[in-house]
């Protein structure tokens, strides 16, 4: 049984990791933020996703010992010049508050008309090992913020946001099939192999 | 007596115009939007504080057959990529709701250290004239945003903002004393003699 540390306790991130790296590493066992003794994790402070995820990831190295992953992703809105960004988990103000964050989202956006509304979800995810081995690898998806909420799959923004190609929402799309175009799935797929190799 | 009409209907925007304008133009009135007969108001619904302000402006001749000014500001914070920007004054979702913004600009920022907080006041002044000429003015004032409100002063933002080179917020500030360095005063101060001369 092979032991990867993702730096998170968010439970559909945790299943996410595992339904993708499962392929490439059976038996893979991902531990998350509960299963290992608390610690004090770094504020995600740094002005891009790339920064956030390697100090999650460090982090993670110097508390488990074990190889450790982090992400941090958002949804970059164009008429937002990119934000909320690496605010997005934030954006209402109140910590990880889905339904205030879309709220306040579809409000920004009431007067920005339909030609306008691009955006899209980016991933970064840091791959750190004990020894200071370190690997950053990205992922996005494109698509547009819609005027409602629709959908009940995924988490965060996905239930405003229906891909490029799409008509459903990425909270409308079943999981496998949201993972084969998202963000996440972009970048935990290119991070799989280092994974596999780093504990193989 | 010479009119002008300033598309807003907030009495202090009003003052401001009036109080600076008059040093250039002593005879001068501003009508503003409560002064003249209703009509259609477009949405500001443009990406760009120039592009609002215009909008506003020629709405503003159509209805009035006066020479029309017409502003568009807002504080663009370099934490949030530019943003508020043109969505300032609906940063909070709901319309005009100064307190609810200022409240999520700070919670939004609660994380971002003090040495990444630079942010910059701008505004964009059309004026317009009966027959098709049209100008756009300009102006900022730079500042950080800090992590509690003070003062009771101005309006929007002004109580979150210490321009550069103060200790004190720009609610802080006499009227006056503001207006030589606000993006607003210089914006009316720049737009000033192209009033005075189409009204003289």
Redesign the interface.
Known sequence: MSQVFLASRNPKKLEELLRILAEVVPDIEVLGLDDVAPYDEP???E?TFEGNALLKARAGVEATGLPSLADDSGLCVD?????P?V?SA?????AKDDAANN??LL??L????DD?RGAEFRCAVAFCRPGGVEDVVFGEMRGVVIRELRGSGGFGYDVVFVPDGETRTSAEMPAAEKDLISHRGKSLRAVAPLVAAALG
């Open positions: 504020a995600e402070t002005a008429a937002l010049n990119g934000m960004g605010l934030r954006w209402a103000g109140t709220r306040l409000e920004q009431a007067d920005v008309p306008r």
